[in-house]
């Protein structure tokens, strides 16, 4: 063994936090694969050891011999006669066991060479057996570390002594990454796969915000507030649901915390993500008016059979309930896993032309005219007969789409009627 043997083995020992057992372990593998390769007929041996001396920096190779009568030997590579056997040890008997040391000269230097590839390809695979032993269990947890490299629209991420992977559909579609920065992401699997295990991180997922509220709120984490759920567009909006079995804890009030310190870190972290913390209910309708919030609802009827909540606002409300490119409603379907449908009140609109309708027929009623013609006089500005006889002619026709001399009939008995009335 030589020293740059001895550096690898510091190096996977300390650098790399491979236990020294297993790089010896690989070390001696490798040396017997070097030996098998290196002497003729080896292969047939059934027991091989190597033994490695650390401090001198000496590799044996023994092999294990079946000891046998003197002139029954058959199989020289695996037999030996006992007279020989009693040369390395006195007291062995015949059907024993010995350890023939079969080290050929010039060994070490020259198996070196043949040993280091071998044993660069064992101590990769107990590394990579490290890495799923250590973060197999770390799935669901938040991890820090540092931008390494990009591979098409794959992040990989310096955890120290390993690497994760922000594959493209993990990655938050408004953030930028560059190489050297340190950001933070949640471990979703650490996939064992053929290749060697793979870390995969997110910054995208839902859990990642819980785990952020959970370190964030101490209520969370003792239990006296509970996340009901989370919906998120990542790098847009997250709406996150809590409650408590506590009547004296404000749930919401304790995700926000004191002037809003304990949500700023989160979005702070979300890279300035909106954040809508809610009430949960258990009644969908109840909910459903916490969750649109800031919009008002007129009305929120439940199809239960089909879990649709239909809800009408105000026209001047509707943006807000729908929210941009409908995330508002959208978000709030999947936190309450109903079909949340937003739609302006008609009602108000109906009264409304229901007036316009009376009214125009009733002014109809007194110029002798259609509901139709009526009800176009009426939306130019003849809303009553005086009104009518201040338009000009040429007006009433362009408006009624009439000719002047039916506009001038209309307009005649609008002022007979005036001049009856007073």
């Known amino acids: 063994m030589t020293n740059d043997i001895v550096a690898l083995i510091d ?10 057992d297993k790089v010896l372990a690989a070390l001696q593998y490798a040396f017997l694969s070097a030996y098998r390769k290196m002497v003729p007929g080896s292969d047939k041996i059934e027991e091989l050891r190597a033994a490695i001396d650390t401090k ?9 011999l079946n000891v046998v009568e003197d002139g029954e030997q058959v199989d020289q590579w ?9 040369k390395i040890q006195s007291d062995i008997e015949v059907e024993g066991k010995v350890e023939l040391n079969v080290t050929p000269k010039n060994f ?33 947890d938040i991890v820090s570390g540092t931008v390494r490299r990009f591979e098409k629209s794959d992040v990989w991420i310096d955890l120290g002594k390993f ?19 340190r950001i933070r992401a949640y471990v979703v699997a ?23 509220f959970e370190a964030e709120v101490s209520e969370i984490s003792d239990r ?37 310190a304990r949500v700023k870190n989160i979005v702070r972290e979300l890279n300035n993500e909106k954040v809508d913390i809610i009430r949960w209910s258990d009644d969908p309708a109840e909910f459903v008016h916490e969750a649109l919030k800031p919009a008002v609802l007129r009305s929120v009827t439940l199809d239960r059979e089909n879990k649709v909540v239909n809800v009408t606002v105000d026209e001047a409300e509707l943006s807000k309930a729908i929210g941009r490119r409908g ?48 009800d176009k006089l009426f939306r130019a500005g003849g809303a009553t007969i005086e009104l009518v006889t201040q338009m000009p002619v040429e007006y009433i026709a362009q408006a009624l789409e009439i000719s002047e001399e039916e506009a001038q009939a209309i307009l005649s008995k609008a002022e007979a009627q005036q001049g009856a009335d007073a």
């Open 11 to 20: 190096y996977y020992e300390k650098e790399k936090g491979i236990d020294r």
């Open 327 to 374: 995330q508002n409603a959208r978000l709030t379907s999947r936190l309450l896993g109903w079909d949340v449908q937003v739609r302006k009140d008609e009602s108000q609109q109906e009264q409304f032309e229901a007036r316009i309708s009376d009214a125009s027929h009733g002014i109809g009623d007194q110029l002798g005219i259609d509901d139709e013609t009526a």
């Open 108 to 140: 070490g230097r020259i198996a070196v060479q043949t040993a280091k590839q071998t044993m660069m390809q064992r101590l990769r695979q107990a590394e990579k057996e490290m890495i799923y032993d250590e973060f197999k269990d770390r799935a669901g």
């Open 163 to 181: 690497e994760g992977k922000m594959s493209s559909r993990e990655r938050v579609s408004t953030e930028e990454y560059n190489i050297g920065d």
């Open 56 to 64: 001198k920096g000496d590799t044996t190779i023994y092999a294990t």
């Open 190 to 212: 650490v996939e064992n796969e053929q290749r060697g295990p793979e870390i995969i991180l997110s910054r995208s997922h839902p859990n990642f915000v819980r785990r952020l």
């Open 78 to 86: 695996n037999e030996v006669p006992v007279s020989t056997a009693r």
């Open 224 to 260: 006296t507030v509970e996340l009901r759920g989370i919906a998120r567009e990542a790098g847009y909006r997250t709406k996150v649901a809590v409650s408590s079995s506590d009547e004296n804890v404000d749930p919401v009030g304790a995700c926000v915390g004191l002037r809003g």
